[in-house]
Nanobody, 121 residues
Framework: QVQLVESGGGLVQAGGSLRLSCAASGRILSINAMGWYRQAPGMQRELVAVITRDGNTNYADPVKGRFTISRDNAKNTVYLQMNSLKPEDTAVYYC???????????????WGQGTQVTVSS
């Protein structure tokens, strides 16, 4: 059974930092893209950042210059370093893994369970 397990959320004051981690476990041969999404109350889930296996990254405009996504392919883990946090960053953050290869011709897409990030003003 392959799954994503997130950690690192919490409560922080505006201007502070948090680092989220997401590890994929199970029988995994490779993972194409990994990323982070977030969903605030009453809002749709939105992309925060994504990183390909080759290290190419893409960020949502509101987080550019403040957040950094990285990954460790050997550990099937993706990270999100969040600096200069703002109250509007408050949301449940979800890890995503796309194109998870579990067999010769078997691929799945995965979501983590979500981790709460709360930024107080």
């Amino acid at each position: 059974q392959v799954q994503l397990v997130e950690s690192g959320g919490g409560l922080v004051q505006a201007g502070g930092s948090l680092r989220l981690s997401c590890a994929a476990s199970g029988r995994i041969l490779s993972i194409n893209a990994m990323g982070w999404y977030r969903q605030a109350p009453g809002m749709q889930r939105e992309l925060v950042a994504v990183i390909t296996r080759d290290g190419n990254t893409n960020y949502a405009d509101p987080v550019k210059g403040r957040f950094t996504i990285s990954r460790d392919n050997a550990k099937n883990t993706v990270y999100l370093q969040m600096n200069s946090l703002k109250p509007e960053d408050t949301a449940v953050y979800y890890c995503s893994a796309r194109g998870v290869r579990t067999g010769l011709a078997a691929f799945v897409d995965l979501w983590g369970q979500g981790t709460q990030v709360t930024v107080s003003s």
